[in-house]
C-alpha cells in the first residue's frame, strides 16, 4: 500500500528547518505486515529530542530513515502468528522491541533487549526486515522500530501495547515515550519512595513528565530547575515545591541552601554534561543521581571517585524508565485517568504532519513541551 511518510534524508542541516526541511513528506510503498507483525493506522505522534537528535546528526542513524516512535494508533490488520490482538484494537507504540528470549528480557528487563537494540541501530523491524521502500524502489530504514510520522506504519508486535479506548490518541501517543521514560526513572530506575526530595534537571516532556511521577510518588519536595522560566512556571504548576535557573552561576549553592544539603534523588533529562555535573553536585551524601538524557556519543563526565565512595553516592542511567511497557503503560493510563498525573497538561501543540518541520524548530528552540502530530 502507499502511504505518506517524514522521512530524514541527511541529517545535520541548518536552522530554520521550516527552511532547510529535513524531514520531507513522501508517498512511499509500505509491504503488508511478516509474521509476528501488525499494520498500524498512526493518529498521534509525538516529537521528542530523540528524534531531533537524529536530524542534528547528534546520534547517527542510517539513512534514508523513516522517523517518529512516540505514538499511538488503531490496528489495520495482523501478520502470521499474532493471536493476541484483533483489527481495531487501540496501541501505543514502544520503541524497544523486547524479544522475550534474551538475557535482558529474561530478568524482566525489556528495555534492554538485545536483538531490539541490534534491530534499532540497523534500522530495520525486531525481524531483521524492512518495510518501507521509496518511488524507486529504495530502501527507507526504520525509526527505533515504528517509524510513527506516518500515516500507516508496519511494526513488530513486541513494540505494541494494547490500550483502553476511551483514551484519545494524543493523550495515549505520550505514554509510548515520555512518560514511560519520565515517570518510569522515577518509580522503577530511582524507586523513589514516599517523603523523599526530588529535583529534576531538564523541563522538556520526559522531564516534566518526571516532576508528575514524583509528586504522584509522594516525594515531599520537588525542585525544578530548567534554563525557561516558562517551563519551571509549568513545573510548579504539576506540583513542583521549588523552581530554580539552571543558567544561574550560583544554582547549585542556592539548591543545595533551600535544601538543607541536597536532594535524596536528582534526575537529568537535559543530555547535557554540564546539567550532569549540576545534578551530582545537588544529590546529597547517600543519595541518587540518575540520568535518562542522550547527549552525543562522545560526551564524558569525569567521576570524583572519594566522593563517590566517601559519600556512598549511587549514579544510574534509565533508558525507557526502566519499565516493563505491557506491565507500566496501563498502571500509567489508570492512574491519569484516575486524575493523579496529569499527562494531557504535557502536550503544548497539535501539528498536521506537514507542518512538522516548523514544529522541531520550535523544539530544538526550547519553545514546546511536548507537540502531537494528529492524523484524521
Known amino acids: 500500500m502507499k502511504t505518506r511518510v517524514a522521512v530524514l534524508r541527511q541529517a545535520g542541516l541548518p536552522h530554520p528547518y521550516a527552511e532547510s526541511k529535513p524531514l520531507s513528506i513522501e508517498e512511499v510503498e509500505l509491504a503488508p505486515p511478516g509474521r509476528d507483525e501488525v499494520l498500524v493506522r498512526i493518529r498521534a505522534a509525538g516529537l521528542c529530542h530523540s528524534d531531533l537528535s537524529v536530524i542534528n546528526g547528534d546520534r547517527p542513524r542510517p539513512l534514508p530513515m523513516a522517523l517518529g516512535h512516540e505514538a499511538a494508533g488503531e490496528v489495520m490488520a495482523l501478520g502470521e502468528g499474532v493471536h493476541d490482538l ?45 518495510r518501507l521502500a521509496d518511488g524507486d524502489g529504495g530502501v527507507v530504514n526504520h525509526h527505533l522500530g515504528c517509524s510513527a510520522f506516518a500515516e500507516h506504519a508496519v511494526v513488530s508486535r513486541r513494540s505494541l501495547v494494547k490500550l483502553d479506548p476511551a483514551l484519545p490518541f494524543d493523550e495515549a501517543a505520550l505514554f509510548g515515550c515520555a512518560v514511560l521514560t519520565g515517570v518510569g526513572a522515577v518509580v522503577n530506575t530511582a524507586q523513589v519512595r514516599a517523603g523523599q526530595s526530588v529535583a529534576v534537571l531538564g523541563l522538556g516532556g520526559v522531564g516534566l513528565a518526571a516532576v508528575i511521577g514524583a509528586v504522584a510518588a509522594g ?21 513542583a515545591t521549588l523552581a530554580f535557573d539552571g543558567a544561574d552561576p550560583e544554582c547549585v549553592d ?58 556512598e553516592r549511587t549514579i544510574k542511567g534509565s533508558y525507557i524508565g526502566t519499565c516493563v511497557p505491557t506491565r507500566d503503560i496501563p498502571r500509567f493510563v489508570a492512574l491519569y485517568q484516575r486524575g493523579r498525573m496529569p499527562v494531557n497538561r504535557l502536550m503544548s501543540g497539535r501539528l498536521t504532519l506537514d507542518e512538522i518541520n516548523e514544529g522541531f524548530d520550535r523544539l530544538h528552540a526550547g519553545e514546546a513541551i511536548r507537540q502531537v502530530v494528529v492524523f484524521p
Open 86 to 130: 484483533a483489527v481495531g484494537d487501540h496501541v501505543a507504540l514502544v520503541f524497544v522491541p523486547s524479544c522475550g528470549h534474551c538475557m535482558p528480557c529474561s530478568e524482566g528487563r525489556p528495555a534492554l533487549c538485545e536483538p531490539g537494540a541490534a534491530a534499532n541501530g540497523a534500522g530495520t523491524l525486531l525481524s531483521g526486515a524492512r
Open 219 to 239: 516525594a515531599r519536595e520537588v525542585v525544578a530547575i530548567d534554563l525557561s522560566p516558562a517551563k519551571r512556571e509549568q513545573a510548579l504548576a504539576m506540583g
Open 254 to 311: 542556592k539548591v543545595r541552601a533551600a535544601t538543607g544539603g541536597g536532594l535524596d534523588h536528582v534526575f537529568e533529562f537535559a543530555g547535557s554534561v554540564r546539567a550532569f555535573e549540576t545534578a551530582y553536585r545537588i544529590t546529597r551524601r547517600g543519595g541518587t543521581t540518575t540520568t535518562a538524557g542522550l547527549p552525543p556519543p562522545n560526551a564524558a563526565f569525569g567521576l570524583p571517585i572519594v566522593n563517590l565512595v566517601g559519600e
